[in-house]
């Protein structure tokens, strides 16, 4: 019965037959018989393996190991993709003239590329109440419920950016963020009520016998530029993390107008208020993703901290339709203001990362800040020992990137 060898048994065989013939050779006596015998053997050998096959053995087993991500050359005259890379991969390639898989780069690694990002905001701690109706103009006054008030609805923002990858695990990622909020209010007194201005400096009239209608308009706008150093710090089949640090220039202008008519002799007073600040400083964060190998679905969380040194300068100033005097302040304040960031969302990612879209919820935070809000109250109480807040931005954001 004849049997079936795997190859490297045939090459045994061979092997020890080659031996066994020369041990024979060696003996005087029966060397026709022992001849004729291994010629046998030989023959029968051949049948299962040839020489030739012996070096291809040896070959394969050379090759044997593990093989990193292919891509375009390094990956010609392959015929499958390396098992260890990812089931996301590029498809078939013929860069070398026949139909080639090259698996992708790791779907961690860093990119060179742009994206864009749209921002849905509402700032928070910054309303104002710029009027309150109340029953008469005495000191003694009570208020009869209605209140003038200020408040931001969401806004819309952008950020742009772009990516250049130094490795696959090191970038420089620079971006531009702008967002942009106003709002506006109108209040009428009613029945025989009058209204008492909340922002107009109480060393004159706030409210009078002609105070029948109040308005106030307020926006606020930020814009940040950040340039950063990308690292990555822990990577797996399913998650990466990465750390980055660098600098972020910070501007933020709110802007407050108020206007009420308290008497005929002053006509409508107007007060307009502005605060500006512009800051530089250091910025640091933490951005981490699980990823599904099959879906490419994943989700993302960041965290990103910048001590913005800057002033915060701040102008009132009340003017009277009809004249008689004007009331002005100018401030300004040096600090460092601490901006917290964090978000949360899910997103996609395609084969080979070329493409990827995420959706998520931002939350940000301005601590030490000066709203115009703080700043007409220390205006109006001539006292600004205590003058700082924090000003909070919340709601969607939706990125898209391509990447290279």
Known sequence: MLCKFSERTKVWFHSFTLAALGCVVAIPTGISSAANAADSLVSHDASFVSLSDQSSMSETDSAIGQVGFLSGSNGCGADACDTSCDTFTDGGCDSCGEKVCCCCEPWWAHRTGGFGQFLLLRAGNVDHIYSIEQNDTTANAFPTGPIGRVNLDEGSGFRVGASWAASDCTSLVASFTRFESDTADTIVRNGANVLNSQIIHPSTATTGASSLQSYAEYSLDFQLVDVAYRHI????????????????YGNMEQNLLAQQQVSVATGLVDVDVNMDFNGFGSMFG????????????????KGLSSFLAGDW?????QTNQFGGGVVANEYEDFRVTPVL?????????????????????????????ISTRQYVDAVRATDYTSVGDTITFSGLTAQFERRF
Do not use: H, V
């Open 341 to 369: 960031e964090l978000e949360l969302g899910l997103g996609w990612q395609s084969r080979c990362g070329k493409w990827r879209m995420t959706a998520g919820y931002l939350n940000s935070a301005w601590y030490d800040a």
């Open 313 to 317: 300068k701040g102008t009132y100033r």
């Open 233 to 248: 710090w822990k990577t797996s089949d399913i998650y990466a993390i990465n750390w980055l640090a660098g600098f972020r």
């Open 286 to 301: 933490i951005d981490a993703e699980r990823r599904s190998p099959s879906t490419g679905m994943l989700i993302y969380a």
